[in-house]
C-alpha cells in the first residue's frame, strides 16, 4: 500500500467514526433530560393511558391495519393517533367529534376509526380549507393500500385480557370496506373561523391542531369549547418543540378560563382536557 492510500484509508475511518461519536456524545448529552422525561410521563399515569389506548386498538383492530392507516395519514406519532381513536370510542353519544386539523387527515381518521367502536352511531365533522381535496386523496391512498381489510369485531368486555381473545375467536369477522370510514365524514370545506359563526351541534369530542396563530387558537377556544357535551373532550394536539412549549402555556391559561373544564393529561403532542359532567 502506498503512503498516499494509506493516507486515504485513514482519513476515510476518521470521517466515519465522527458521526458516530457525534451521536454518542448528543445522546450522553440529551440522557438526563430524557430521563427525568420519561420518569415525569410516568408518575403523571401518561404510561397507563397508552398502554391502555394500545391494548385495546390492539384487539379492536388488527396491527397491521394500524400501521396502513398510520402510514397513509403519516404525519402522527402512533401513539397520539391510537389516543385519538381511544378517545373517540369512549366520547359521550350527545354529539358530533370534531377535528380541525392543518394539512393532514390523521387525527379525524383515527376518530373515525375509534367512532366505529362507539354504540352510537357518532359522525366525525373535519374541518378545514380544501379539506374535500384533502380526503379524496386519502380514500385513494386507503382502497390502494387495502386498508378494507380491517376487521369489525364486537365484543362486551373490552377491558378483559380473557374474554377479548375468545369473543375475538368466537365472532365472525367482516371486513370494514373504506366508505365506512368516509361515511362516518361530514366535510366543512371552510376556514375554521369562518365555520365558528355558523356552528351550533353539540361536540362529544374536539381535537384542534396547535399548528394555527395564537389568535386563531384562542377564537377557537371560545367559539368551540362551549359546545363540548358534558363528559366531552377537549384535544390539542401538534404541542410539540419551542413553540409548542410557548402553546402549551397559552393554552392552559386560557383553558383556566372556562371552570367546568378539568385538565387530564398531557401525552407527548397531545393536551387533554375534559368538561365536567352535570
Known sequence: MTAANSAQAISTHHNSTVPIYSRFLGNLWRSPSRFFRSASRWFSGAYEWESRAAYDLAQWFPPQDQAILSSICGTGH????RM???LAAQAPPTGCLVDIGSQGTYSAAWMAMGAMRHPSPLTVVSIG?????VWQVFARQAESAHLQSIVDQTFSD????????LSNSLSSPSPIPVSRILDRLRLQNIHPLEACTSFRDPISMLSVHSSRSSHEL????HKFVPHVAPSGWIAWTGIQGKRGLRR??????EMAAHKDCTHVITIRSLILYRRQAN
Not at 129 to 133: Q, S
Not at 158 to 165: G, K, L, N, W
Open 78 to 81: 402512533r401513539t397520539i393517533d
Open 84 to 86: 385519538m381513536a381511544w
Open 129 to 133: 380549507e380544501e379539506i374535500d381535496r
Open 158 to 165: 373490552v377491558y378483559s385480557p380473557v374474554v377479548a381473545p
Open 218 to 221: 384562542m377564537t377557537l377556544l
Open 248 to 253: 402549551q402555556t397559552l393554552i392552559h391559561q
